[in-house]
């Protein structure tokens, strides 16, 4: 076996359906919308990719594993309790988060007024400064399910460091 480098690179990605009614959570944060991700969860589609990003650098399987879709004791569960568990798991193998990068794909709703609000949530959860968040935002160009304003996306990487 060789020697591992004392980093870890991860990525994440995660798509949620667009629907009427639904809060839209994103980050931690609710963003005043009249749409919002469906899912068995609070669906904070982007807070999955961070914590499929931190699970994935470290070696570990995805969140449907540790939360099922299917176990209705979680229906509803906050995502920020989801990214707080791959936090503890990454841990527990003597990992600390480096950094990570999202970048969020929609044509609604806007994000970019809530941007710093959602870097510092993020930082928060991963208890690591704001300057090691970052989080933009695009569209699909009208191109798809994201481009026509049915779906959001996130993509997030994160950079793991031996503690």
């Known amino acids: 076996m060789s020697a591992q480098p004392p980093y870890r690179i991860g990525l994440g990605y995660d798509i949620h359906p667009l629907v009427f009614g639904r809060p839209c959570i994103l980050g931690g944060v609710t963003i005043p919308s009249t749409i919002g991700p469906d899912g068995h969860s609070d669906a904070d589609v982007l807070l999955h990719a961070v914590a499929d990003a931190l699970l994935g650098a470290a070696g570990l399987r995805d969140i449907g594993y540790y ?11 906050k995502s920020g309790l ?8 990454i841990k ?10 999202v970048v969020v794909i929609a044509e609604r709703p806007k994000i970019s007024e ?4 959602i870097k510092k ?5 991963l208890e690591v400064g704001e300057d090691q968040v970052g989080v933009k935002a695009t569209t699909n160009e009208g191109m798809d399910s994201i481009g026509q304003g049915q779906a959001i996306a996130v993509q997030a990487i994160c950079m793991l460091l031996k503690a």
């Not at 989801?82 to 798991?89: G, N, P, S, Y």
């Not at 527990?92 to 990068?101: A, E, M, P």
């Not at 949530?121 to 959860?125: K, M, P, V």
């Open 92 to 101: 527990k193998l003597g990992w600390i988060v480096g950094n990570i990068d």
């Open 121 to 125: 949530s993020i930082s928060e959860l």
């Open 114 to 117: 809530h941007i710093n609000e």
């Open 67 to 77: 939360f099922p879709n299917t176990d209705p004791n979680i229906k509803n569960i």
């Open 82 to 89: 989801i990214v707080k568990k791959a936090l503890e798991e």
